[in-house]
């Protein structure tokens, strides 16, 4: 179709591989959401605060999980708030088949 916004894909859905488009899209939806209601159903500050909380709180590792030879119990690396290295203990990984690396405490 021709009346999609520079390259859209059918569905409507926009990759976040493209943060700035991402971006336009989301102010778009949210300005849309304005028209039709009131002014007074939007607080900007709780739901930007809600948006850095999201960001803040997000739990990943580029770290890849282990077991140990010795305790078995599944682990990894993390960096923490002041970016030092931590080792992280898993319970819910136990039926994965990971590599075996001897853990810190070991």
Partial sequence: MNN???GLKPDGRVGRENQERYDRLAKAQI??????FNEEWFD???IKKDQAKKRKDADHSRYSLNRCSEC???WNYYLDRTKKIKTR?????????LKIKKCRHC
């Avoid at 203990?89 to 088949?97: G, R, V």
């Fill in 4 to 6: 999609r916004l520079n």
């Fill in 31 to 36: 300005e849309t959401l304005r028209y039709y």
């Fill in 44 to 46: 900007d500050h709780t």
């Fill in 72 to 74: 078995k119990q599944v």
């Fill in 89 to 97: 203990y898993w319970d819910h990984f136990n039926n994965l088949p």
